[in-house]
């Protein structure tokens, strides 16, 4: 299945390579900007990964303020909290210096610096979303993608539920991909976003809504993460290594505002808005038992990412490629060390009703699986990894 139309939306500008972080100075004069808000994680900032930021911006002349209370995986409150920070400034340019939450953050207040509207009426209405501060993304691990889409996940403490805003006025304007930025990344960081990525890459290239531009960014995308995620997991100094998932990571954001993920995403989020666990590390516990799921309906689809992950050698039916693919994913997830059942997290049998019943209001992600799943089939995904 192919879409009759599909776009490709994408940041103005996206730097990348040696010392790139210097580029922060040509986009404070390009947007005349005099103050710039930086929006960071406490631990980004106390352990100095903002340093050479600030310094690019105090020569640049221009002045800053910095946002640094943004906790993992934030809800409507923090959005709240974050946007009466940025209402109360005269900040002219929002740059974005972490992971996917604090990206998300910024996207999303960037965008709603001086609405009129709450982020509870942009929950019930994504449409209603103004245009807002220029952004520069800056990411800090290798994975969320969140750099590259206009999608930001807030969670919604009354539902227990994360939910995704969509809208193409949190494009970033400027992305820049320094490796340097993950140099020092951790060990379960580089692993959890890294797979995390993955999912973006074979969701969005099985996705009902995959289309020519996200197939050609999520095949390179999951190339890249097959070929360097062990690699960097285990060798902490393979900056090729890192370099390559940094990339990777934005290649399956693009691919997912080109198409979009599916039922791993969908049931991943009961999982983070009422347990709280990380968003990479439901993933990549969901991602092979949901493909193993989906198999008959997008048998050729992984067949083909197995071929573009290894090329060539002795002749397998599709069935078996696929099938390799999805055993290749969980050596990756065996590999790096990351959780593949929710029992340390404390999530019994007793909690499947509820954790059904929220995984099956995600139509939005749902509808984009090729694979119709009922409640039944969702019920017995998570028996699967509990």
Not at 45 to 50: A, M, T, Y
Not at 205 to 217: E, G, I, M, Q, Y
Not at 292 to 310: G, K, P, Q
Not at 356 to 364: D, L, M, W
């Amino acid at each position: 299945m192919m879409m009759e139309q599909y776009q490709l939306v994408m940041p103005k500008f996206v730097y990348s390579g040696t010392n790139s972080l210097e580029k922060i100075a040509d986009i404070i004069t390009r947007e005349k900007a005099k103050k710039v808000m930086v929006f960071t994680g406490k631990e980004i900032l106390k352990i100095g990964i903002c340093d050479k930021v600030f310094e690019v911006i105090r020569e640049c002349g221009a002045d800053y303020d910095v946002i640094s209370d943004i906790r993992p995986e934030p809800g409507t409150v923090d959005v709240e909290k974050v946007l009466k920070q940025l209402n109360q400034s005269d900040g002219e340019l929002v740059v974005a210096v972490g992971g996917g939450s604090v990206m998300d953050m910024a996207k999303l207040c960037a965008a709603m610096k001086g609405a009129s509207y709450t982020i509870h009426q942009l929950l019930e209405d994504n449409s209603i979303m103004e245009n807002g501060l220029p952004t520069v993304m800056v990411p800090t691990t290798c994975g969320t993608g969140s750099e590259s889409t206009f999608n930001s996940i807030v969670a919604v403490e009354s539902k227990q539920l994360k939910v995704g805003i969509v809208n193409t006025n949190m494009m970033a304007d400027y992305v820049i991909l320094d490796s340097s930025m993950i140099a020092g990344l951790p060990k379960h960081i580089v692993a959890s976003t890294g797979v995390d990525a993955l999912a973006h890459a074979v969701e969005c290239f099985t996705s009902n809504r995959a289309n020519p531009f996200s197939d050609l960014v999520a095949k390179e995308a999951s190339k890249l993460i097959f070929e360097n995620i062990v690699k960097s997991y285990h060798e902490p100094g393979n900056m090729e290594a890192k370099t390559n998932m940094l990339r990777a990571a934005f290649l399956a954001g693009v691919a997912i505002a080109s198409s979009g993920t599916t039922a791993v995403h969908a049931l991943s989020y009961p999982l983070g808005g009422k347990y709280h666990i990380p968003h990479g590390i439901s993933n990549a516990i969901l991602l092979a038992p949901v493909m193993r799921y989906n198999m008959a309906a997008c048998e050729e689809r992984l067949a083909i990412l197995a071929d573009t992950v290894s090329p060539g050698g002795i002749a397998r039916s599709n069935k078996e490629k696929a099938e390799e693919i999805v055993k290749r994913i969980e050596e990756i997830v065996r590999d790096t060390h990351i959780p593949s059942s929710l029992s340390e997290y404390n999530v019994g049998k007793e909690d499947l009703d509820q954790l059904v019943a929220s995984a099956f209001e995600v139509k939005r992600l749902l509808n984009n699986n090729r694979k119709e799943l009922t409640k039944e089939d969702i019920k017995n995904i998570y028996l699967e990894i509990l």
